[in-house]
């Protein structure tokens, strides 16, 4: 018997997350192209973890009031090494029911960290930044906060490789109005503002001459 798709997985690999009436669909199996469709298809413990994460997905999306935001890290998640390194059922299985645990665990519209919930770019004199950054953060119930942030510093001779990379990723805690992060070594300190985000200090999460810190604007 065939089984039928229609996963978020599949959904946000074929670029139809724009739409509600796309979310919904379902997919034959006959038309299953990547690795990771064929897998679902033909593993029914891997078929099932994909209606739960759907399931999951649809009810993060409506209940953290940050559609756009849980969109983009629900995208992300899927073009991530954890994800793409997969080769069979049993590595996306344990994938899938990680991500199901993280959706699971996004706050609710009302509770105090689903505030932080948004993409953030760095602005300086009104200008994004030469050398960017931006960060994502997904607001979790308990007080906590997820970042996934990436940063750049391009030298004088940047053409021959002289580019600097920085990235923060992981829960952080609301203390005293801040999100406070302490990463394996990168440390952050950040402090929600009318019209975006400010980075007051970090530590530890970037290559040479590259920093977190500055004022961020809250994109969708």
């Not at 009031?65 to 390194?85: F, M, N, P």
């Not at 300086?124 to 950054?133: L, V």
């Not at 940063?151 to 580019?163: D, F, I, K, M, Y």
Request: hydrophobic fraction near 40%; include cysteine; glycine fraction near 10%.
């Amino acid at each position: 018997m065939s089984h039928r798709l229609h996963s978020v997985a599949t959904l946000a690999l074929l670029g139809l997350f724009a739409g509600s009436a796309a979310q919904a669909a379902s997919f034959d199996c006959n038309k299953a192209r990547t690795p990771m469709e064929k897998a679902i298809c033909s593993d029914m413990k891997l078929s099932a973890l994909d209606d739960e994460l759907n399931a999951a997905y649809k009810a993060a999306l409506e209940r953290s009031g940050s559609k756009e935001a849980i969109r983009r890290w629900q995208r992300d998640w899927l073009k991530s090494y954890a994800v793409t390194r997969c080769k069979d059922a049993t590595c996306w299985q344990a994938q899938f029911s990680e991500r199901i645990a993280a959706l699971k665990n996004v706050a609710g519209s009302q509770e105090p960290a689903a505030r932080w919930s948004g993409h953030y770019v760095r602005y300086t004199s009104g200008r994004k930044e030469i050398d960017p950054a931006s960060i994502t953060l997904i607001g979790l119930s308990g007080n906590r906060v997820f970042a996934s942030g990436n940063a750049l510093w391009e030298g004088p001779n940047a053409a021959n490789g002289q580019v600097h990379t920085g990235e923060i990723e992981g829960i952080g805690h609301l203390k005293g109005g801040k999100a406070v992060f302490d990463l394996d070594g990168c440390s952050a300190t950040l402090a929600l503002e009318a019209q975006g985000l400010t980075v007051l200090e970090e530590s530890g999460c970037g290559g040479m001459n590259v920093s977190f810190v500055g004022n961020y604007r809250r994109e969708k």
